[in-house]
T-cell receptor, first 112, second 112 residues
Framework: DVKVTQSSRYLVKRTGEKVFLECVQD?????MFWYRQDPGLGLRLIYF???????EKGDIPEGYSVSREKKERFSLILESASTNQTSMYLC???????????FGPGTRLTVT | DAKTTQPTSMDCAEGRAANLPCNHS???????VYWYRQIHSQGPQYIIH???NNETNEMASLIITEDRKSSTLILPHATLRDTAVYYC?????????????FGQGTTLQVKP
């Protein structure tokens, strides 16, 4: 079974802090994605990566950056957390078909 | 990408088959039908996808009509743990972004 793990299920941070969200997949997938999910807004793509050290902006990259130094790991960084970044953050990976995506359990981030 | 229409909600008795319909009358020849579900407070879960032939895996079966304008996801023996929101998505097989967009979906309630 594909396994995608995220570093924390719940996280509380203060405004202005730098936040790191880690995602690891164990299926040697090329593609990895970061989404956020908010009530009424559905899933929104933040960043994605098709290979090590490669990244592409999604629909809402502002305030975020990513890092992919190893194939299995894709990190999301909030440079200076703000209250409007309070959300559920979901990591996903996929094999060659980019719409067959396997999600992690999510990190519910609260910024106070 | 073709638009999909799903019923807002459905009930199913535990142990019975759950048949979830999806209309996609504007689907084009190179578009696949994907199904995902999301259990409350968890990440979305990929279920199955198909182009024109019926597909089956350990989770479900996907029946696509001959004209491809509609499809049905079948959970053969629904359990309480299958209670979730089910999303039908139509997408070209692969793309440069792989961005998933979920519509409203069908809320399936499995009852004892």
């Amino acid at each position: 079974d594909v396994k995608v793990t995220q570093s924390s299920r719940y996280l509380v941070k203060r405004t202005g802090e730098k936040v790191f969200l880690e995602c690891v997949q164990d299926m040697d997938h090329e593609n990895m994605f970061w989404y956020r999910q908010d009530p009424g807004l559905g899933l929104r793509l933040i960043y994605f990566s098709y290979d090590v050290k490669m990244k592409e902006k999604g629909d809402i990259p502002e305030g975020y950056s990513v890092s992919r130094e190893k194939k299995e790991r894709f990190s999301l960084i909030l440079e200076s957390a703000s209250t409007n970044q309070t959300s559920m953050y979901l990591c996903a990976s996929s094999p060659d078909s980019t719409y067959e995506q396997y999600f992690g359990p999510g990190t519910r981030l609260t910024v106070t | 990408d073709a638009k999909t229409t799903q019923p807002t909600s459905m009930d199913c008795a535990e142990g019975r088959a759950a048949n979830l319909p999806c209309n996609h009358s504007t689907i084009s020849g190179n578009e696949y039908v994907y199904w995902y579900r999301q259990i409350h407070s968890q990440g979305p879960q990929y279920i199955i996808h198909g182009l024109k032939n019926n597909e089956t895996n350990e989770m479900a079966s996907l029946i696509i009509t001959e004209d491809r304008k509609s499809s049905t996801l079948i959970l053969p023996h629904a359990t309480l743990r299958d209670t979730a929101v089910y999303y039908c998505i139509v997408r070209v097989g692969s793309s440069n972004t792989g961005k998933l967009i979920f519509g409203q979906g069908t809320t399936l309630q499995v009852k004892p």
